[in-house]
């Protein structure tokens, strides 16, 4: 049995901003799952559908066991949902969270149990089967970590799937921070941080040839459509000496 304690508003939080990256399609069942890595300092919370990734940390505030090196716990996208459904928290004001939760990691179940209230006097509580855990589902954090290192290095243009690209946008508005963006030298991907709590990885999607020649048609239809950007906006005052 594994067992921590950790905040509500924590936990909630990084399920929020992960969940939209786990895969949604039901054949690939092995990237259909947020994972949790469990140790005695945090929860890592990871998901990827292969084109993005995420991962988001949770402080573990007590341990009633003794751990391994490193548990996992795997939910689908409907234990995620419910377990925000069910365990509603007040933003932490403090350093200490407003709201608690123990989760109790067995063989062939995991319970989440409120523990806020006075010791012996528990809240609501659920109890789930475990996900059968996926050995061939990736190493997120190495890929996040491969993702962050090298150099920075410019992008003249990158190419994204517009809900993967918005997806990050979940994780800007639940950490109430902006979404850096960075290319680095040791990969194609893009490298995502939103504040202190959440890192991500976005894949780009390739251009094929038709589509390259479809673009620059398209840009220059742009550039007929849109005003001259060498003259002055239209309705701008022009100075005196060259009014007519």
Do not use: C
Not at 100 to 116: A, C, K, M, P, Y
Not at 193 to 207: A, D, H, K, Q, W
Request: hydrophobic letters at 40%.
């Amino acid at each position: 049995m594994t067992t921590v304690v950790i905040g509500t508003h924590d936990l909630r939080a990084a399920l929020t901003a992960v969940r939209p990256h786990a895969e949604k399609n039901a054949d690939f069942e092995t990237f259909r799952r947020v994972r949790l890595e469990i140790n005695a300092e945090n929860i890592t919370v990871v998901a990827t559908d292969r084109v993005s990734a995420s991962l988001a940390i949770v402080s573990v505030w007590e341990t009633e066991d003794s751990l391994a090196d490193e548990a996992i716990l795997d939910l689908t996208p409907e234990q995620v949902d419910k377990i925000l459904q069910i365990f509603k928290a007040p933003k932490d004001k403090g350093d200490e969270p407003s709201a608690i939760l123990r989760l109790e990691v067995g063989d062939n179940f995991f319970t989440l149990t409120d523990v806020s209230g006075l010791p012996g006097i528990d809240g609501q509580s659920m109890t789930q089967p475990r996900t059968a855990t996926d050995d061939a589902f990736p190493d997120v954090p190495h890929l996040v970590a491969r993702s962050r290192s090298g150099e920075l290095r410019w992008v003249e243009q990158f190419a994204a799937n517009g809900d993967r690209l918005a997806a990050f946008r979940i994780a800007g508005v639940v950490y109430q921070q902006p979404v850096i963006i960075e290319a680095r030298t040791t990969t194609r991907a893009l490298s995502i941080t939103v504040g202190e709590s959440f890192l991500g990885v976005l894949m780009p999607i390739t251009i094929g040839e038709d589509r390259d020649v479809e673009m620059k048609e398209w840009n220059a239809a742009w550039s007929r459509r849109l005003p001259d950007p060498t003259q002055p906006p239209r309705g701008a005052i022009k100075p005196e000496n060259e009014a007519a």
